[in-house]
């Protein structure tokens, strides 16, 4: 076997972009107060974390882009929720989230993080935003780290 390459969580020296989306700001909150504090507590200074908030959900693809294109970060967390509703609209963001996102992470010299909860009530979100089930931003943030450092790794800087 040759070399096994993987990522570690610490954070020093990382800079990262996180975009927010406003609606359901309730959950929004959560899942980026949980971010900061994973980043922080993983070595990522308070200054290096930049926070862009968007409307909703469907705009994050177009800020993870234009943050991606700066050139300024070593990971980008995307981090929103969207609640399904009695109307298709649910299946239409979360689609064109989703694949804005990825499209951002395979285009992106560094990774792009999907942090978007995609539920059937609001309990559930509130749940995966601090609840019972975790904190999706604070998990998100962990691979953020992880993800960064393998990147760094994979262009030989580590």
Do not use: W
């Amino acid at each position: 076997m040759g070399r096994m390459i993987e990522g570690h969580l610490n954070g020093d020296g990382l800079r990262v972009g996180i975009a927010v989306a406003r609606f359901n700001a309730i959950v929004g909150d959560r899942l980026l107060g949980g971010a900061i504090d994973t980043l922080v507590r993983h070595g990522v200074a308070e200054e290096a974390i930049d926070v862009v908030r968007v409307p909703g959900a469907f705009e994050l693809p177009g800020v993870a882009r234009r943050l991606a294109a700066s050139g300024d970060y070593q990971a980008i967390l995307c981090l929103g929720v969207v609640v399904r509703g009695d109307t298709p609209h649910f299946d239409h963001v979360c689609q064109g989230a989703a694949r804005g996102i990825a499209e951002a992470a395979f285009e992106g010299p560094m990774p792009v993080l999907f942090g978007v909860l995609t539920t059937d009530t609001m309990e559930q979100a509130m749940d995966r935003a601090g609840g019972k089930a975790g904190n999706k931003g604070a998990e998100v943030a962990e691979n953020a780290i992880e993800m960064a450092n393998l990147y760094r790794q994979l262009r030989g800087e580590e």
